[in-house]
């Protein structure tokens, strides 16, 4: 028995599925979760001393790559100041500042926990400010485990949404509209019948939770413009996106400005954090300023806050963003040339640092349907034979790949090389 299924067999006695994060648990392609116990660099390395290249980055955060020197630094230096007071701190101030300067839609921010916090939050925000309980999400996007925004769709376009998942009442999901990503068309439909009544359209601006979908030409634009004609809010959940596809996230890159933005993963440096904010007129709504409630323990806790500023100040410094486009495009590219190399069928795409694989013939996906009609069993081959191979990719057909700037072109070398070996057993 390796160290990783001793673990993860004591790990079932007392942790729900032995793991705190359901995708974690290798449902997705059978086996045994490793278990890490060391990270550095591009690199992780399990309890059994076996090294893997690393394209998950904790799910996001680790743009710099594992023990950056500049965060453990500047996480040591504030365990010696204090690990958190319940009040308010400069850092946070300095935190705020950042945040605002790099996303310029951003007029006032408020600090949480994670992603899911700050979803929750925008959601909230957008019902208290226009006075509607309707929202509009899209299939295929995940926005966290947020009760409005665990619902699928009805039985078809226009009809009530119906949980994803018991204990989520009815009666709250059918005030959520789920449509298609990237159907333009339907969220017109959608408005021209109700959008007085919508309180927020809510976007993985680029879909990074059923694989990796960037947007289609005028997608994103045509949410803005329904949301101007009818007063409902935009919100960008930039959770994965924001400071990873360009330095100011999504709507930096694709030049749509949303009335509000979740954040999370980068901005908090593998340390637990989110952010929400937007528009002044619209986050004045949020308490102590406004009615709209929202709060938290420890939010804007100095140790997040420090590994966070000191993540979004090293990926500032100029050229950062084109440098990691650059490795993840070769990336990218060195999984299409393996699989064309062995005659394998796949599509590949990506957005700044964050990429996508699919088993399929079609030459691009841009829709869930599509998605779901991928190879999923030749997924899992292919999962477990780079896992043999050393290099840890995303245990999921359906989640987008991430790099780090620790990631090396010999890294990415040995992944194609990998990537060649593995295809041909496929
Ligand atoms: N939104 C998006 C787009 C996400 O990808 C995630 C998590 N993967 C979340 C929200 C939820 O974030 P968290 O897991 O930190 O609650």
Known sequence: ????????????????????????????????????????????????????????????????????????????????????????TAIETEMAKKVCELVPSIDLVRMVNSGTEATMSTVRLARGYTGRDKIVKFEGCYHGHVDSLLVKAGSGALTLGVPNSPGIPASLAEHTLTLAFNDIESVRETFAKMGDEIAAIIVEPVAGNMNCIPPVPGFLE???????????????????????????????????????????????????VGAFGGKREIMEHISPLGPVYQAGTLSGNPLAMCAGLATLNAISEPGFHDRLTEKTNAVRDGLKEAADSTGVPLAVQSAGAMFGFFFTDAPKITRFDQVMACDVERFKKFFQGMLKEGVYLAPSAFEAGFTSAALSDDDIRQTTEAARRVMKTL
């Open 1 to 88: 028995m390796t160290q990783s299924e001793t673990l993860f067999e004591q790990a079932q006695k007392y942790i729900p599925g032995g793991v705190n994060s359901p995708v974690r648990a290798f449902r997705g392609v059978g086996g045994t979760p490793l278990f890490f116990k060391h990270a550095e660099g591009a690199y992780l390395y399990d309890e059994d001393d076996r090294r893997y290249i690393d394209y998950i980055g904790s799910w996001g955060p680790m743009i710099l790559g594992h023990g950056n020197q500049i965060i453990k630094d500047a996480l040591h230096a504030q365990v010696d100041q204090g690990i958190g007071y319940g009040a308010p």
């Open 222 to 272: 045509a949410l803005r413009e329904v949301c101007d004609e009818h007063g409902t809010v935009l919100i960008f959940d930039e959770v994965m996106t924001g400071f990873r596809v360009s330095l100011g996230g999504a709507q930096g890159l694709y030049g749509v400005t949303p009335d509000l933005t979740a954040l999370g993963k980068v901005i908090g440096g593998g340390l637990p």
